[in-house]
């Protein structure tokens, strides 16, 4: 073998390793671009902020199944979420339910539908923010029981599922919260 074929089989094998590099960077990027716009056209709300306390309560509710009797919802859990949308398109808000907490025997109701003021659905229009603000009645709340309860340190730390569609795609995003307590 001659000096210059020697040289021309180590170009080779060089340019073959840079081509193989170049391909497998290439990928990658390409991955990374696909699930960036996959992001922007189908988005997921991003939570910026949250707040939960027990407040008193002056209204009546009707609890589920029991049309004709009302209860008295001494106290509401109240739940602030500011959540932002970092897609092209619009977020629709569903449902905002109350996966774990330790006082969850007093809800009367663990979901609420997620609607304006007027009853419309809520949009979280393209790169733009929300501020959700839902109530969750509580029965029996003002007993010694759950005063007992909360002083003991239960109900602290809530789990929340707030149900969304983002562009074409449904979903479900877990948020953690913690409960501020009883405010006056």
Do not use: C
Not at 113 to 130: A, C, Q, S, T
Request: glycine share 6%; net charge positive; proline share 7%.
């Amino acid at each position: 073998m001659q000096w210059w074929e020697i040289l021309l089989n180590v170009l080779v094998v060089l340019s073959s390793g840079a081509m193989a590099v170049f391909s497998f960077f290439l990928f990658k990027i390409n991955r990374a671009n696909k699930n960036l716009q996959d992001q922007r056209e189908n988005p997921r709300p991003i939570v910026v902020d949250t707040m939960a306390y027990i407040l008193l309560s002056p209204r009546l509710v009707v609890p589920p199944g029991f049309p004709r009797r009302f209860h008295a919802a001494s106290h509401v859990l109240h739940v602030k979420l500011y959540l932002s949308n970092p897609g092209d398109s619009p977020i629709y808000l569903k449902v905002l339910t109350i996966d774990e907490w330790e006082l969850q025997d007093f809800l009367i109701d663990r979901s609420q539908f997620i609607r304006d003021p007027k009853g419309d659905l809520v949009v979280i229009p393209p790169r733009d923010k929300y501020f959700l603000g839902i109530d969750f009645p509580l029965i029996n709340f003002d007993t010694a029981k759950a005063k007992e309860r909360m002083e003991a340190g239960e109900g602290e730390k809530a789990r929340l599922v707030l149900e969304f569609t983002g562009g074409t795609k449904t979903g479900k995003l877990p948020i953690d919260v913690k409960v501020a307590g009883l405010v006056l």
